[in-house]
């Protein structure tokens, strides 16, 4: 192994696959901040913003089904530990001149494991949320850009991407 390499932890002896063990991790504050972009056209994003899509309040019902998924990361990726966590947040940015809507999740836990990917799941179903209700007016949506932003806390420490 190199100097900057990490053992592998995510395999069993016989080489099959396993949850790592945090058991003795200590317990800290973590945080994990995702990102992604719906791009729609014009006519769709006037459509969110004047409540006229016929499913309802699009980005309140996007919050909702991106919290209630980042609560259940661990029923849909494998190696994720069930996790308890402590505030999840979305917020949504719509950018009328570029056509689309910027989702920003937030997640954050005290514990021995981190939160990345419940962030990018929070983001993910929101962006599936708003592409599921508003497909009767737009199937030409585009689901973008998902990403880490930023994550605190940890053995691994900090992490902030770059701006563009």
Excluded: W
């Amino acid at each position: 192994m190199t100097e900057n390499s990490q053992e592998f932890t995510h395999f069993n002896e016989a080489g099959r696959a396993k949850m790592v063990d945090v058991s003795k991790k200590p317990l800290t504050e973590r945080k994990a901040i995702a990102e992604g972009k719906v791009y729609t056209s014009f006519e769709t994003i006037n459509r969110i913003q004047e409540a006229k899509i016929e499913k309802g309040d699009v980005l309140g019902v996007a919050q909702i089904a991106g919290i209630m998924n980042a609560k259940k990361t661990s029923d849909i990726i494998p190696m994720c530990h069930p996790l308890n966590l402590t505030g999840v947040d979305l917020d949504f940015e719509i950018n009328v001149k570029d056509n689309y809507i910027r989702i920003v999740a937030e997640v954050k836990i005290s514990s021995q494991t981190g939160v990345e990917i419940e962030a990018l799941t929070a983001v993910s179903t929101a962006a599936l949320t708003i592409y599921d209700m508003c497909k009767a007016v737009d199937k030409g949506m585009e689901i973008d850009e998902i990403r880490l932003l930023k994550k605190t806390g940890g053995q691994s420490g900090e992490f902030v991407r770059e701006t563009e």
